[in-house]
Structures are given as structure tokens and as C-alpha cells.
């Protein structure tokens, strides 16, 4: 059974910037047809894909987020990391590292989920 | 982006009441969606993929239908452990986006 589980701060200042890391077990970062991905949830709200990466280090971004984010691979570690930038309080929210099932263009689904993190941002 | 509705927002149900929650893409997806269950404190768990294909462990009563643009998630007949936060989900077209959530709640 794949399990995937957060780290990182839990409080971050307005304008600096986040930093969380997804560990991987009983799996493998570096497995062929799965990417890797950050969600996010604001309180009492729905999720927000925030981009993927695949062991290869190639990546993509919601378009909404993509200025700011920065997402990462070290397959030596079986880890992969998110950073967002110049962060607000609009940022404030359950952080979800997941692994991305690629079935076919055009089809794919979140297999496998971290617990979550909050990270909030407040001064 | 493709903008994922879901309707009802929320629904008042019984054990053993099927229920059925709707999910409308702005743009034709295929059969590209998924559908989560989420409860409160945890993190989503995928049911239904390729808009019918039931998740490995998922039970039975669980449901997918359709194509392009409108697609069905049914309850056959809802358990205890059933109430919680419904979620639809397309990859089909950059970027993957979600429906805003359907709450199962008890009557």
C-alpha cells in the first residue's frame, strides 16, 4: 500500500515563501505512468490542483498558481517538494501531496493521498 | 479552465436511500472524471474513474455513468459511512480542476 505523507512548517509570514515535502513509501517516485502532485484545500472549501511532476523532473502548473510555484523531485530520496512564493492569506490551507494515476491522455485520477497538512500563513 | 458543476450542493438522505449527485463539465471530457469521497478531517479517496470504473476496494453500491459533459455518481443504497463531502474531477483538458463538493448529509 503506497503511502505518501507531508512535512514542513505549519506557519508561514505573509510574502515569504512555503516550503513542503511529500515522503513516498512502499512505492516509488521514479515508477513509469504516475505523476506526482500537490493539492490544496482552503478551510471549509474544495480542492485546488496546484501541479505535478514526473520522475524525469518534467512539470506542469495550474496556470493560476504557476508564477509562484516551484515543484521538485529528488528520487534518491523518494521525495518530491513544493514552494510557493510571496504567499498570503489567501494561501492559508490543508496542503495534500497525491500520486497521479496516468491512464491515457486525457485521463487520470488520484490514487493515493497524503494526510494533510495545515499551513497557515499569518504574520 | 473547465468549469466542473455539481449539483445538488447538498442533500438530506436515509440509510438506504439511493442517492445520486451530478457533475456538468463547461467543455466535453469524455469519459475523463473522477469522483472522491471526502470526510471531514481526512483526505479525499478516489471511487470512481474513467467516469464508470470502480476503484479497487471501493464497495459495490457505488456508481459511475456518463460522457462529455454530464455524468451521474449513485448510491444504490446509502450506509452510515457514506455520509461525507462528494467530489467530481477532470483531467482531460489542462488544467485538472474540480467540482465544488456535494455534502451527503443525514435526515
Known amino acids: 500500500q503506497v503511502q505518501l505523507r507531508e512535512s514542513g512548517p505549519g506557519l508561514v509570514k505573509p510574502s515569504e515563501t512555503l516550503s513542503l515535502t511529500c515522503t513516498v513509501s512502499?512505492?516509488?517516485?521514479?515508477?513509469?505512468?504516475?505523476?506526482w502532485s500537490w493539492i490544496r484545500q482552503p478551510p471549509g472549501k474544495g480542492l485546488e490542483w496546484i501541479g505535478y511532476?514526473?520522475?524525469?523532473?518534467?512539470?506542469n502548473y495550474n496556470p493560476s498558481l504557476k508564477s509562484r510555484v516551484t515543484i521538485s523531485v529528488d528520487t534518491s530520496k523518494n521525495q518530491f517538494s513544493l514552494k510557493l512564493s510571496s504567499v498570503t492569506a489567501a494561501d492559508t490551507a490543508v496542503y495534500y501531496c497525491?500520486?497521479?494515476?496516468?491512464?491515457?491522455?486525457?485521463?487520470?485520477?488520484?490514487?493515493?493521498w497524503g494526510q494533510g497538512t495545515l499551513v497557515t500563513v499569518s504574520s | 479552465d473547465i468549469q466542473m458543476t455539481q449539483s445538488p450542493s447538498s442533500v438530506s438522505a436515509s440509510v438506504g436511500d439511493r442517492v445520486t449527485i451530478t457533475c456538468r463539465a463547461s467543455?466535453?471530457?469524455?469519459?475523463?472524471l473522477a469522483w472522491y469521497q471526502q470526510k471531514p478531517g481526512k483526505a479525499p479517496t478516489v471511487l470512481i474513474y474513467?467516469?464508470?470504473s470502480v476503484q479497487s476496494g471501493v464497495p459495490s453500491r457505488f456508481s459511475g455513468s456518463g460522457s462529455g459533459t454530464d455524468f451521474t455518481l449513485t448510491i444504490s443504497s446509502l450506509q452510515p459511512e457514506d455520509f461525507a463531502t462528494y467530489y467530481c474531477?477532470?483531467?482531460?483538458?489542462?488544467?485538472?480542476?474540480f467540482g465544488q463538493g456535494t455534502r451527503v448529509e443525514i435526515k
Open positions: 467543455q466535453g471530457i469524455s469519459s475523463g
Open positions: 511532476i514526473y520522475h524525469n523532473g518534467n512539470t
Open positions: 512502499a512505492g516509488s517516485v521514479s515508477s513509469d505512468n504516475y505523476y
Open positions: 474531477q477532470q483531467a482531460n483538458i489542462f488544467p485538472i480542476t
Open positions: 497525491a500520486r497521479d494515476r496516468w491512464v491515457t491522455t486525457g485521463l487520470e485520477y488520484f490514487d493515493y
Open positions: 474513467a467516469a464508470s
